[in-house]
């Protein structure tokens, strides 16, 4: 077949899970309470007020789980541990139940042909840090390398693929300073939220080295979550706020740890929302070399493309599509449905940062299609998806970027 694409044998097909979106259990066997129980339980927050206690109960179902990812084909498994699982109040104490239970999955995912990819915190901060001053604080880093050091002490024998965070920026900007997320936090400023978002980078520089010395010979990186950033039209407000846009979820997070600093116009875009009255005085000696230590990968999450429209230089981006809302062109988490995006970012983080490897840590769609009578999903809309933004990554291997894995969002029809 003339249209027939063809991956490397090596290259690395799984799909993703986090912790909280599945596992249920989320007071048993010694676990602590973390944000997003606390935040979902606070009324109000989430739509029905639903909350992850139960999710998929992967927690009890995870030979069920393993046995399905065998069933599909899948090579490897991105999953991440519950840090207060762990440490419930997230330090100190440690939860030998919690541990278990990540040594039998790892063990059930190695006996079934299945390479372990495992996120050390995918957004469930223990709530006792966060009582404390959450990613405001230092010290949450500081614990988060105490339990990075005990993981990866535990798992790392076996498990030899590490990713340190997962999107830092939505856990500053949707945590810290539009609180959509948890821990709720709303601050327009930015004030929080930049703090929140170096201590998350500092913590990410200072675990790498700690895996690494756990876990011989294994890879270490950090996924950042990145759209399709374009300006609606060639008009200077425009192209202004599509900068503007990558520059506040992208490069404020790529740039350093690609040892580039800060980039300068975003310091001055934070500082006239008023985020910086001190300048970055959240930022100590050393800290800049710290986030920038050499990482084996870089992971992208890509769901969707962003066209920037200012109608008011003085406003917030007003994100707009092109597309009428089908779902051929929109998803129903209400993102468009665009491949050719997942070809540029690929081409832009990789001729940009030159990361040695890249994978796709996160790309999926939603759609709530029923069974037939019979009560199979014929699933049209989201094999259509994954099927064009397949080919959309190949595109860009083909232009030379080292795309080595590809992880479908998600394994299972979870929390969010």
Known sequence: MANKIIFPKDFL????????????????????????????????????????????DHYRLW??????????????????????????????????????????????????????????????????????????????????????????RTLGDRVKSWITQNEPAVVAWMGYENGIHAPGIKDPTYGLALRAAHHLLVSHGQAVPVIRRNSPNAEVGITLNINWAAAASNSKMDLDLARTESGKWFRWFADPVYGRGYPSDMVEYFSKLGGLPGGLDFVQAGDMDTISCPTDFIGLNYYSRNLARADDPEQRPQLVFPHPKTPEHWTEMGWENYPDGLTGVLGRVYFNYNPLKIYITENGASYSTPPYENKNIADVDRINYLRTHFAAAHRAMQAGVPLAGYFVWSLLDNFE
């Open 13 to 56: 097909w799984g799909s993703a899970t986090a912790s909280y979106q599945i596992e249920g259990a989320w007071n048993k066997h010694g676990k602590g309470e973390s944000t997003w129980d606390r935040f979902t339980h606070t009324p109000g927050k989430i739509k029905n007020n639903d909350t992850g206690d139960v999710a998929d």
């Open 63 to 152: 030979k069920k789980d393993i046995a399905l990812m065998k069933k599909l084909g899948l090579r490897a498994y991105r999953f991440s541990i519950s840090w207060p699982r762990i440490f419930p109040t997230g330090r100190g104490k440690i939860n030998k139940k919690g541990l278990d239970f990540y040594n039998r999955l790892v063990d059930g995912l190695l006996a079934a042909n299945i390479t372990p990819f495992v996120t050390l915190n995918h957004w469930d901060l223990p709530q006792a840090l966060e009582d404390e001053g959450g990613w405001t604080l230092r010290s949450t880093g500081d614990a988060f390398v105490e339990y990075a050091d005990l993981v990866s």
